[in-house]
């Protein structure tokens, strides 16, 4: 994503004042088969549209020139930002935007409020969409807000929005920006995704009969949010688990040189799972994710696989 694009478009309509706001108000709705929204478009005065330009304005410049890594639901390293294609989420993003583009006339006190979104125009017809969850006053549900004028306290209505500097993700031109990985899954419920292609990978993988024990094995795996978001990633990769069935000779090797938690059968065919201790050396065998490297022949794990 060409952030610097989007930062000096955003900077040139401070400067004229001009800039073309809208601010949505979101539940999240969970359905039968996917997540669903519903958007409420609250109206927004120009000086306030102008003052939450301002407050996000500073996040946006300060993610100019930052390295962007492609969306790795088991972490990323310090200091890059992860992008994704809509297609990664599914129908929960296009669930999303529908709500957008017809959101609700009225907004009940009742309803529940679990993001914001801020719509920018950043040139004719193209907009950016910000992205954050609400932060939820919970310590506050028994009590009351209040403030003082003429030194009189006054109770004040608790449905406070607050519109933070930061925020979760950046979308523009169906790209999506994570700034903030574990955000990305919880607006779109991706761990439902993830449980629907662990299914569909280990279901594969025990076809491959290289594992006793498999439907306890699938059973702990499905119970484990950790092991589901990895064995998920061999939706993707499934390369891995091929070269896991042809270099499967190799795995008593391996086994040894890293101390794996792994048992083989006695005619060192299959692994055989007994505990949920296994689960994590399993999986990640699985994924390739053990290493030895070429110049000083240091062993390691890539824990981002």
């Not at 699938?218 to 589901?228: L, Q």
């Not at 201790?277 to 065998?285: A, C, G, H, P, R």
Request: net charge negative; hydrophobic share 35%; charged share 30%.
């Amino acid at each position: 994503m060409d952030i610097e694009f989007i930062n000096s478009k955003i900077s040139e309509h401070l400067l004229s004042g001009a800039s073309e706001v809208s601010l949505f108000l979101i539940e999240k709705i969970k359905t039968h088969d996917a997540l669903d929204y519903f958007s409420f478009k609250p109206s927004l005065s120009r000086s306030l549209q102008l003052d939450i330009v301002k407050v996000i304005q500073p996040t946006i410049d300060k993610l100019v020139g930052k390295e962007q890594v492609e969306f790795n639901e088991n972490g990323r390293p310090n200091g890059v930002v992860e992008y994704c294609e809509p297609s990664y989420i599914g129908i929960t993003y296009d669930n999303l935007f529908k709500s957008l583009q017809k959101p609700g006339e009225l907004l009940n006190e009742g309803t529940q409020k679990d993001l914001y979104c801020i719509k920018i125009e950043i040139e004719m017809g193209k907009f950016a969409y910000i992205l954050n969850r609400i932060p939820q006053l919970k310590k506050f549900t028994k009590g009351l807000w209040g403030t003082l004028a003429d030194s009189t306290f006054r109770k004040v209505s608790d449905s406070f929005i607050g519109i933070e500097p930061g925020f979760d993700l950046l979308i523009f031109e169906d790209e999506v920006l994570v700034i903030n990985n574990i955000a990305m899954q919880r607006i779109f419920d991706l761990k439902t995704k993830y449980v629907q292609n662990t299914n569909s990978v280990l279901t594969v993988f025990e076809e491959t009969n290289k594992l006793e024990g498999f439907e306890q094995f699938k059973n702990d795996s499905i119970e484990d949010g950790n092991i589901v978001k990895r064995v998920s990633r061999l939706m993707t990769r499934p390369e891995r688990m091929t070269r896991f069935v042809d270099n499967f000779d190799k795995v008593e090797e391996i086994i040894m040189e890293f101390d794996l938690n792994i048992e083989l059968n006695e005619e060192k065919t299959k692994i055989k799972y007994t505990d949920k201790k296994q689960l994590n050396d399993i999986v990640k065998l699985l994924n390739d994710a053990y290493y030895k490297t070429v110049l000083t022949g240091e062993r390691g794990s890539d824990d981002l696989r």
